[in-house]
Structure formats: C-alpha cells, structure tokens
C-alpha cells in the first residue's frame, strides 16, 4: 500500500457521521483512538516542535468525538473532514525525511483516523435507510468514509505490523 493510500484510510467516518445523523442520536465515544491519536501527536511535537498543525490535529479530534457523542453531527462530519485533511498534510510534510520512530506515530495517527472512520461506518452500516439519505446529501464524504473504512486496507496494515 503506497502513502497516500495509507493517508486516505482516516476520512471513512465521515460518511458514517452523514449516516448517524439521519437517525437522531449521539455516537459511539472513540475517546480511545483519541488517546491513541494525541499520544502520538505529543510524541511528534517533541521531533517537530515548529509544526503547528500538530495542535491542530489534537483539537480536531478532541472536538470530533465531542460533537460526535453529543449528536451534533454536522459540526462533527466539519470536524472529521479536517482531521482527515490536516493529518495528510502533516504526514505528507513530514513524513519524508522522517526517521523511523517518526514515520511510525505518523503511521499511528493515520490509523487512528482510519479507526474512527470505520466505526462510523459500522454505525451507518446498522441504519441502511439513513446510509441512503446521507450518500444523496454529502456523497463525497460517503465515498471517503468507504475508502478509509475498506476491509482490505485493515487487512493489510495488520499484516504490515506483523513483520
């Protein structure tokens, strides 16, 4: 799997989030992959303390799974697709010249972004009427969340840390 499919895996929830939002409650908490996210991201802040975004990625997700919990899935799908975007362009920036252990957390928070997009598909999965609704309001972001959420993909990052 090349970078930038790797990248793309974190926006699936997206489509999930459109999804849940046709059926009027709060989501699942991913307080957890928050966790792993921000753990990850103070660890970079320490390899790369002028990046900025960095911060960024930290609030996107603490405000996603806010938003996402409480049912205000709006402003959450708004959270999630900046998330997605800001985590690709950290990694994109620095993941080039990175070292290992920094390709590495980079490699932790993608996943992590992956992680929330496929439980927010699983949550759209279990309503397939408000699947529809959602794929007809905001089809891009239901076509991300199918490509971060992908069976295989999961497959083969799993693989990949095996080794």
Same mark, same amino acid.
């Given at each position: 799997m090349n970078r930038r499919t +790797?990248? =793309?895996t974190g926006a699936v929830g997206v489509a *999930? &989030? @459109?999804?849940t939002s046709q059926i009027n409650c709060g989501g699942? *908490?991913?307080s957890g992959t928050v966790t792993l996210i921000? =753990?990850? &991201?103070?660890?970079?802040?320490?390899?790369f303390p002028s990046a900025s @975004?960095?911060?960024k990625i930290i609030k996107l997700a603490t405000d996603f799974n806010a938003d996402w919990v409480a049912g205000? +899935?709006?402003?959450?799908?708004? +959270? +999630?697709?900046?998330?997605?975007l800001t985590v690709?362009?950290?990694?994109?920036d620095l993941g080039v010249s990175a070292s290992p252990r920094a390709k590495l957390l980079l490699a932790s928070v993608g996943i992590a972004v992956r992680v929330i997009a496929s439980l927010i598909s699983e949550q759209g999965a279990a309503e397939p009427r408000a699947a529809r609704a959602a794929g007809a309001q905001a089809p891009a972001t239901v076509s991300r969340v199918k490509?971060?959420?992908n069976a295989a993909d999961a497959d083969t990052i799993l693989k990949a840390v095996q080794k």
């Open positions: +790797f990248i =793309g *999930s &989030i @459109a999804v699942k *908490s991913v921000t =753990g990850a &991201i103070t660890e970079l802040k320490l390899l @975004a960095l911060d205000k +899935f709006d402003s959450a799908r708004t +959270f +999630f697709e900046n998330l997605d690709q362009q950290v990694m994109n490509q971060l959420s």
